[in-house]
């Protein structure tokens, strides 16, 4: 995936300008987005505070390292499976 050079920060302030003006052709092309990376970000980020990102980003973070610590945990079942599986 690629990284975005917008911020969720920047993001949210973009939306929000285009929220507060109205005219979100004229802020789309003061910032040379597409008009389909706008309504992308409007669905992911409509309605969100700069907060709201920094929440779900440490959210994402959070969720990341559970799933490797449950990979981890299922490798090692499966490990003590075989080497049980084995023996008996």
Same mark, same amino acid.
């Given at each position: 995936?690629?990284?975005?050079?917008?911020? !969720?920060?920047? $993001?949210?302030? $973009?939306?929000?300008?285009?929220?507060?003006?109205?005219?979100?052709?004229?802020?789309?092309?003061?910032?040379?987005?597409?008009?389909?990376?706008?309504?992308?970000?409007?669905?992911?980020?409509?309605?969100?505070?700069?907060? !709201?990102?920094?929440?779900?980003?440490?959210?994402?973070?959070?969720?990341?390292?559970?799933?490797?610590?449950?990979? !981890?945990?299922?490798?090692?079942?499966?490990?003590?499976? !075989?080497?049980?599986?084995?023996?008996?």
């Amino acid at each position: 995936m690629r990284k975005s050079r917008f911020t !969720d920060e920047q $993001i949210v302030a $973009i939306l929000q300008e285009a929220e507060r003006t109205g005219k979100s052709g004229e802020v789309i092309r003061r910032h040379g987005i597409s008009r389909e990376t706008f309504y992308r970000w409007r669905k992911k980020y409509g309605g969100m505070q700069v907060s !709201d990102t920094k929440r779900l980003r440490a959210l994402a973070e959070e969720n990341r390292q559970l799933k490797r610590v449950v990979a !981890d945990q299922a490798l090692n079942l499966q490990v003590l499976k !075989d080497v049980l599986g084995k023996e008996w």
